[in-house]
């Protein structure tokens, strides 16, 4: 069974589902104001990793990820390009879903919009001040954050310690600076709803509570996002449903930051921001996912122009693999190697231990490419059958020469033919016209070898 470290706990607990074989998770998703860059591809890779590996695992799913499509930083770009918040929203939540793909990340099962929930939210909201959680300011309605008795759960700090710590506030009205803010009141030029408090738009915290306690009914199984969510928002969505008397999540996961050269935090204020659009032209995408599987997903990583091609050049010894798997597999048996399997899951259910698992596949590829050199075809294809299916449970999809269509593969079957009735102008000619087509011939003792 899966164990994952749990940032409430602190501690690697197993992760006991509510119902049996079926896991409800909440991923905070994006606020699209934007285009997406590596830090966002990092966390949906992540957490891709984590759903695919639970469906292998013979878990179904529910995997929620909401979008955030109002919110301070969509008004500001709508007003500085003169048009709706709408627009600047459809726009990068296009362009999100598109760059995911490319990521191979597969589709949340639900994909809640901030603005189709509003109305719940402000129940939510009127329910906290009715309860006295909440009260209404000049310019809004805040929750009191000390009517949660352990506020600070996640951050792994108590209410005092936060309060000494918090930076003093300009809003005179708030009771405490912890406390934040459930609803805005509309300023304006801002897109605002109707509510008791008068009209505006909810804050970013009520959105997440209300969407996941919706679409996965209370004590759902796993929350997560960024290391950069655990303080204030997921302490925050918390702390609302906590005042209401509702379970929220049982489990915490939280992934590292993205670091770009020399460790140096990757912010837009420093200019190192790389988006992946950018990183898309400079690399395979499935490269990107393997330097993600290559690190721990607590750990930080650094995305430079090394690391990603120390991981395109790892990948390519997988593809080299799946190639020679392809020019024995009609003639074997399908079997595949337990112990490799074996290997894989015992490493990714400790706390989804990607490195080592990743590690013990490669070294799975040097065996099967040594069984392969010694001409013991079945040893190096069980090998490879099982090197392919882990890397496939993880989303890493290899491209060998299984992906060539039929139609050149056959040029290559009638150039061995000719070669073995020794007819070396037709053999030139379909090398000719497979080189026209955009490959590469290779002669191996066991006859042509087509790669891209
Ligand atoms: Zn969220």
């Given at each position: 069974m899966l164990r994952l470290h749990d940032t409430a706990s602190g501690h690697s607990e197993q992760l006991e589902t509510r119902q049996p074989g079926r896991a409800g998770i909440y991923i905070c998703g994006s606020t699209v104001y934007g285009p997406p860059h590596i830090g966002h591809g990092r966390f949906s890779l992540v957490y891709d990793v984590l759903r695919r590996f639970l469906e292998y695992s013979g878990t179904v799913v529910d995997h929620v990820s909401n979008v955030t499509d109002i919110d301070d930083k969509i008004i500001n770009r709508a007003n500085e390009e003169q048009r709706s918040s709408q627009e600047v929203a459809a726009e990068y939540e296009e362009q999100w879903w598109q760059a995911m793909a490319k990521l191979g990340c597969l589709l949340p099962t639900e994909i809640p919009h901030a603005t189709a929930f509003i109305d719940q939210m402000v129940e939510l909201v009127s329910e906290l001040v009715a309860l006295g959680s909440a009260y209404e300011t000049s310019d809004g309605v805040y929750f009191s954050?000390?009517?949660?008795?352990?506020?600070g759960l996640l951050a792994h700090q108590s209410l005092e310690s936060m309060r000494s710590g918090a930076r003093v506030e300009v809003n005179e009205e708030k009771r405490s600076p912890l406390d934040f803010a459930l609803w805005k009141k509309a300023k304006p030029a801002e897109p605002f709803w109707p509510s008791p408090f008068g009209p505006g738009r909810p804050g970013w915290h009520t959105e997440c509570v209300v969407m996941s306690l919706a679409l996965l009914g209370e004590g759902f199984d796993l929350h997560g996002g960024g290391q950069d969510l655990i303080f204030p928002h997921h302490e925050n969505e918390r702390a609302q449903a906590v005042a209401l008397g509702k379970r929220f999540s049982r489990h915490w996961m939280h992934n590292g930051m993205v670091e770009a050269r020399g460790g140096q935090k990757m912010s837009k204020s420093l200019g190192n921001v790389l988006l992946l659009s950018d990183l898309f032209e400079q690399t395979d995408p499935r490269a990107y996912r393997l330097l993600v599987l290559q690190s721990h997903y607590r750990a930080p990583i650094e995305v430079t122009p090394t690391t990603l091609s120390d991981a395109a050049s790892a990948l390519s010894r997988l593809d080299a693999l799946s190639t020679r798997l392809f020019e024995v597999d009609t003639l074997e048996?399908?079997?595949?190697?337990?112990q490799v399997r074996e290997a894989f899951v015992e490493r990714m259910e400790d706390d989804l231990d990607t490195p080592r698992a990743t590690a013990a596949l490669f070294d799975a590829i040097r065996r099967a490419n040594m069984a392969f050199d010694a001409r013991e075809a079945s040893r190096g294809a069980e090998l490879t059958r099982a090197v392919l299916e882990c890397f496939a449970a993880v989303g890493l999809e290899a491209k060998g020469q299984a992906h060539i269509p039929q139609s050149v593969l056959e040029l290559g079957r009638r150039r061995d033919e000719a070669r073995a009735g020794r007819d070396f102008a037709a053999a030139d000619d379909l090398r000719a016209q497979i080189v026209g087509l955009g490959y590469v011939v290779e002669d191996t003792p066991g006859g042509t070898r087509i790669r891209r």
């Open positions: 954050v000390s009517a949660v008795a352990d506020y048996s399908g079997l595949t190697d337990p």
